[in-house]
């Protein structure tokens, strides 16, 4: 099917441990990242396209004036070009996820008398550092970044340099002890994973290893598609997420279906927002 442009595509495609960032990505300059989203030119499929989510795709305008193809899950490709991850997600298909979440984590704190300015944030799935950057909009002074893509953190450093107390890239199914210790030193009471649980980009094991990490009585923030809570799910989410509700492992604060964002045939992608305090150890 032939791509439809999308935001001036050519008619061609129509589609008290604080370690800082490395001393090279503190020196570097910060992207002007809407200098960089504005410049770039890309095109969905046709809008009667159907694709599943984790095969989702769209074309980019080269710098030397070819077209290339980049599937969404390609997130090592898409971290390399700055503001292409911006301007897919967020400016053509309206991802909501982060600002959502911080603003439903904000609405517990409220209702607790807890303050944003008490938390240590590890933060699953970091990225380029959108979700720190929402914490940090609220007052929360301390977030860690976990990704198991360098690209991630380098783009995290060249993007929003300083959010982050610290980035780890790292495997969390095969975490080495010492890097555990190192984690568990920045005494962690929260834990963030918005948009990345379901598709094999974070499996189940990886997301226990997170939830350890964190204190007694923190809080949990994340997102999940909801088809991924049902009892037909394969991926272990399911059973781990819902059977630890069910038993008041996590004790849930918030709990909303909400927009995610639109998939590439602009229908709407739902999924569930949980804010939740860890009471005891996962299930399964």
Not at 209 to 225: E, P, Q, R, S
Request: aromatic share 8%; hydrophobic share 40%; net charge negative.
């Amino acid at each position: 099917m032939a791509p439809t442009a999308v935001n001036g595509a050519s008619s061609e495609h129509q589609h008290e441990v604080a370690r800082r960032p490395p001393a090279r990505a503190a020196a570097t300059p910060p992207v002007d990242l809407d200098t960089a989203r504005a410049s770039l030119r890309l095109a969905l499929p046709e809008p009667g396209s159907k694709y599943s989510q984790d095969d989702e795709w769209c074309v980019v305008a080269e710098p030397d004036g070819s077209w290339g193809e980049y599937r969404f899950h390609d997130y090592d490709r898409i971290f390399r070009v700055p503001g292409l991850y911006e301007k897919i997600f967020y400016d053509v298909l309206a991802c909501d996820s982060p600002r959502f979440m911080v603003g439903l984590l904000r609405d517990a704190l409220d209702a607790e008398g807890a303050g944003a300015n008490t938390l240590r944030v590890l933060d699953l799935g970091a990225g380029n550092g959108i979700m720190a950057e929402e914490l940090a909009a609220i007052g929360v002074p301390y977030a860690v970044g976990v990704d198991i893509l360098p690209e991630a953190r380098d783009a995290a450093h060249r993007d929003r340099p300083g959010l982050y107390a610290d980035y780890h890239v790292a495997d969390l199914t095969a975490l080495p002890a010492a890097e555990r210790d190192e984690l568990a030193a920045h005494r962690l009471n929260a834990l963030t994973v918005v948009a990345a649980l379901g598709f094999g980009d974070i499996p189940p094991q990886a997301f226990r290893t997170a939830y350890d990490l964190v204190d007694d009585g923190g809080w949990i923030v994340l997102t999940i598609k909801d088809a991924f809570l049902q009892d037909t799910d394969t991926t272990g989410f399911g059973g781990m997420i819902g059977e630890s509700i069910r038993s008041g492992a996590l004790e849930v604060v918030r709990r909303e279906r909400f927009q995610h964002r639109l998939a590439t045939d602009r229908s709407p992608l739902l999924y569930e927002g949980i804010v939740a305090r860890k009471r005891g150890p996962l299930a399964g």
